[in-house]
């Protein structure tokens, strides 16, 4: 197989060098009898996106133009730590490109052997399924109490209420012919979108 490597040591782990994981990487795909299609290194958190890390992105605009077969990276974690969910989304979008996954410290994670593919892939799907979970659950928990906390210290939660005189004038400047929200907002020392909030709300909108 044509074998892409990824390596990735986080800007906060001083002293941490990729060689480490790409020696042993390479020997790994030569005794394998794979050929190397090319290196990928980032020196940047795995918690970025695509976006945050170069080499990643190159890497996946790379695996889109079947340019290898599989992604060998040392372990999960140097592939991703953005999460579950956007872990198996990265694994999903290889997976559509034709091309595989394998770390070499758990290869029970791996989905280069075809057998075992669609049930890595379904176990992973099922595990960020359940983070997803947990992650909204928590937020609606989070929400519950600093409500539950707003109300005890008689603190609303959420956008302060306008003053009934700043109301009236939003109405009257917005009767005016040819009333804009910019305008409105900017005579009266008010973002334009409060005013465009204020008018939503009162057209019942």
């Known amino acids: 197989m044509r074998v892409a490597i990824y390596a990735r040591v986080s800007t906060d782990d001083k002293g941490q060098d990729p060689e480490n994981q790409l020696r042993q990487l390479r020997e790994w795909c030569a005794h394998a009898g794979h050929e190397l299609a090319g290196e990928y290194v980032d020196h940047a958190s795995g918690r970025k996106g695509a976006d945050g890390r170069k080499q990643f992105a190159a890497m996946m605009a790379d695996a889109h133009r079947r340019q290898f077969d599989v992604v060998l990276c040392w372990a999960l974690d140097r592939f991703s730590r953005e999460g579950m969910v956007a872990t198996i989304a990265h694994l999903q979008r290889l997976a559509s490109y034709g091309v595989s996954f394998h770390s070499y410290c758990e290869p029970a994670l791996s989905s280069d052997n075809e057998m075992t593919r669609d049930i890595v892939l379904a176990v992973l799907a099922a595990l960020a399924k359940q983070e997803a ?25 959420g956008r302060a209420p306008l003053a009934a005189e700043k109301q009236v004038a939003i109405r009257d ?18 973002d334009p979108h409060t005013v465009k909030r204020y008018a939503r709300h009162e057209a019942g909108a």
Do not use: N
Not at 134 to 142: D, L, M, N, Y
Not at 146 to 157: D, E, F, L, V
């Open 133 to 157: 979970r947990r992650i909204s659950e928590r937020t609606k928990a989070g929400m519950d109490r600093a409500r539950a906390k707003g109300t005890a210290s008689g603190k609303p939660i």
């Open 173 to 190: 400047a917005l009767a005016a012919p040819g009333a804009t929200f910019y305008g409105v907002g900017k005579a009266l020392g008010l």
